[in-house]
């Protein structure tokens, strides 16, 4: 999660998240082992998000 501490950077911040040139990861926490040992990466949608195991 990303927060501004100014409205300028904020502005900024918008302007970057509008055009698409910030990259989103996200990252889950689980209190069990998962069934696969290795990472996979999954696409969610047809845009380029990635979904990291």
Same mark, same amino acid.
Do not use: G, H
């Given at each position: 999660?990303?927060?501004?501490?100014?409205?300028?950077?904020?502005?900024?911040?918008?302007?970057?998240? $509008?055009? +698409?040139?910030?990259?989103?990861?996200? !990252?889950?926490?689980?209190?069990? @082992?998962? $069934?696969? +040992?290795?990472?996979?990466?999954?696409? !969610?949608?047809?845009?380029?998000? @990635?979904?990291?195991?």
């Amino acid at each position: 999660m990303v927060f501004a501490k100014t409205s300028k950077a904020a502005s900024r911040l918008s302007d970057d998240v $509008r055009e +698409r040139r910030i990259e989103k990861e996200y !990252l889950a926490v689980v209190d069990r @082992k998962t $069934r696969k +040992r290795k990472a996979s990466t999954r696409r !969610l949608s047809s845009k380029k998000s @990635k979904q990291k195991y």
